[in-house]
């Protein structure tokens, strides 16, 4: 019996909630960062997936498994897998822009050497719509927080206290 509570509470101490929302955020990092890129070249092809030329398609197709790798590692090196989502600021704000922009240049780079050059609003659009995506996903987790703190403050008023200071 013993045994099994240490081994729980081992488990426990090793994989908390923190370590659940990072795992959540990793995943979908690596989507949004490859969606962001499809979304690009769909909107330079007057939105629609079959105006795409084939070249574009099989090289955004080919990079994507890459690209998700070198996403996951510029992010893990610019440390935005450390913070608390709950407490996000500007400190968490300047890493994930220096990751999303590191990332962005590995992408324009690459894409264009080993594979083809894609248009110019590809890289542009690609590039912002990372950008704002990463940062969205870090602060709506804060903003949902300090929604709901204020809706329960609404619902249950303190009472307020007049006081008086008499004095300077």
Known sequence: MKSENKKRKRVKKVFNKWHFVTLIMMIYDIIA???QYFFALVIRFDGTIYGIPRDY???YLKFAPFYA???FIVFFIARMYNG???YASFNEA???VFGSV???FLHILLITVFF???PLSYYFWGSCFQLGLLLVARFSYRFILLE???WRNLENPKPVHRVMIIGA
Request: hydrophobic content about 45%; proline content about 0%.
């Open 33 to 35: 960062t490859n969606a």
């Open 57 to 59: 398609l099989e090289a």
């Open 69 to 71: 790798v070198i996403c």
């Open 84 to 86: 608390v989502w709950k």
């Open 94 to 96: 300047e890493k994930t």
């Open 102 to 104: 590191v990332a962005s």
């Open 116 to 118: 083809t050059r894609m």
């Open 148 to 150: 709901l703190s204020r």
